[in-house]
Each structure stands twice: as C-alpha cells, then as structure tokens.
C-alpha cells in the first residue's frame, strides 16, 4: 500500500497551517535585519572565509527570529543562527579569527 503525506490530507494542511501560526506568534517583536550589523565587520569575515576558499551566505531564519549564516568549506557545511545583533557580531568576530589562520 503507497504511502500517503500528510500534508496533502485535509487534516495535515491544517496541522500545517496551525504550526505556522504557532512559529508566527513566535516571533521576535524586532526583525533580525544584517544592516543592524557593524559592516566592517561583515566585510572581514566574507574575506577571511573567501581568502581561505570558503563561500558564506548570510540570511534570516524562515520565521525571522534569527539571524543565519553558513558557510561552504570544501565537502562542509557550518550553519550557525545568532539570535541577536550581539550574539551575530560576536559570531562574526569568531569566524573571522579561526579563518585567518585556516590552513588549506
């Protein structure tokens, strides 16, 4: 017998649904916006990983409670969800340090 997903029944869409609003109420009051970050020191982790062959991408969680970044390193990959501009920046300041000394 095929198995059925939940999300195409009536009951999980509104399963579904009912957790969305739940993540949605969630929310922080304030979005978590990079801008808010210091860009010197955004601009020194993209070198610090980009020198070292690396890719970073920088986002939001999906339900905008957290910032998001991860990073593309060879056959890794480091996601890391600082929740606030300070936890960011401090995160920030770490990979830019561990990835000037990162050795090929």
Not at 30 to 52: F, H, K, M
Not at 56 to 79: E, H, P, R, W
Request: overall charge negative.
């Amino acid at each position: 017998m095929a198995q059925t997903n939940d999300n195409n029944t009536h009951n999980g869409k509104a399963a579904h649904k009912a957790a969305l609003v739940w993540r949605q109420n969630q929310r922080n009051v304030e979005p978590r916006l990079w801008s808010d970050i210091n860009s010197d020191a955004i601009r020194a982790t993209i070198d610090a990983v980009t020198r070292s062959g690396g890719a970073i991408m920088f986002g939001v969680t999906s339900d905008g409670g957290a910032y998001s970044l991860c990073i593309l390193q060879g056959n890794d990959k480091i996601k890391e969800y600082p929740s606030s501009p300070e936890a960011a920046l401090e995160t920030l300041e770490s990979l830019t340090d561990w990835y000037v000394n990162f050795k090929l």
